[in-house]
């Protein structure tokens, strides 16, 4: 008893688990020649973030280390642990790459926004000291880069 008058069970305040922990239903395991190519890929050029990211997730899983854990060590949700061990095991190595997003494409390809900078950076429009975002977004129109472009699209270039 405490100095209120409650008592506690140290039984009561113990939490038991009596499920185990599921089996993986996606394992990693790597073969010589794709843990090869991952370790290549750690330590070699210049690659992007996530890729690399992915391929310390996918050699820390098929070393047997906790989704979890993985999370934790690598900055990311449990969810995304998941669903890369689920990538691996569906495509392999190709797991590694960049997914299409959803959303609306891109207007203007490099070469028409390099264009559109260029015109930026002609002499204004008679009649104009300087171009305006609105006067560049008629000026990509009417040089056929897109259907219709706004001047938001083009501040944003």
Not at 65 to 81: M, P
Not at 96 to 101: A, K, S
Not at 129 to 150: F, I, N
Request: proline share 4%; hydrophobic share 40%.
């Amino acid at each position: 008893m405490d100095d209120m008058g409650i008592g506690y069970s140290l039984v009561n305040l113990s939490i038991r688990r009596t499920t185990s922990m599921p089996k993986k239903t996606y394992l990693v395991t790597l073969s010589d020649d794709e843990r090869e190519q991952l370790e290549h890929l750690l330590h070699s050029g210049t690659h992007a973030t996530r890729k690399v990211t992915r391929a310390r997730i996918l050699l820390k899983a098929a070393a047997g280390w906790q989704d979890s854990a993985i999370a934790a060590a690598r900055a990311v949700g449990c969810a995304t642990v998941e669903r890369l061990r689920q990538r691996f095991v569906e495509e392999g190595l190709g797991a590694l790459e960049e997914r299409p997003r959803p959303g609306t494409q891109p207007k203007l390809d490099a070469k028409a926004e390099a264009r559109l900078i260029a015109e930026a950076c002609s002499a204004a429009p008679e009649g104009r000291q300087r171009w305006t975002l609105p006067l560049l977004a008629d000026r990509g129109v009417a040089l056929g880069l897109a259907p219709s472009y706004s001047y938001e699209s083009v501040r944003r270039v």
